[in-house]
């Protein structure tokens, strides 16, 4: 059974930084690409990054290109997204994605 669980979410004043985790279980992990998507209030779902499988490039949206950074550790079977600047606009759940299975995601608000 696929398992995808995010955590480090939070409350942060805008310019600050948080670093997301989603712990995974239950595939191949090592060999797979995993995506965050978020989503803000008022808005669907979008795309943020992909961290790309060992050897593949890590993609990211335009909103938040030099901003975010997705990494992996493979042992421990857990992507990171370390979200650096943080704008208002970062504000939303953000889900940890592998296929079509979604974790429950994880709540980041930015305020002053």
């Known amino acids: 059974q696929v398992q995808l669980e995010e955590s480090g979410g939070g409350l942060v004043q805008p310019g600050e930084s948080l670093r997301l985790s989603c712990a995974t279980s239950g595939f191949d992990f090592s060999i797979y690409s995993i995506a965050w998507y978020r989503q803000r209030p008022g808005k669907q779902r979008e795309f943020v990054a992909r961290?790309?499988?060992?050897?593949?490039?890590?993609t990211y949206s335009n909103s938040v290109k030099g901003r975010f950074a997705g990494s992996r550790d493979d042992a421990k079977k857990i992507v990171y997204l370390q979200m650096n600047s943080l704008k208002p606009e970062d504000t939303g759940a953000y889900y940890c994605?592998?296929?079509?299975?979604w974790g429950q995601g994880t709540q980041v608000t930015v305020s002053s």
């Open positions: 994605v592998w296929g079509n299975d």
């Open positions: 961290i790309g499988s060992p050897g593949t490039a890590t």
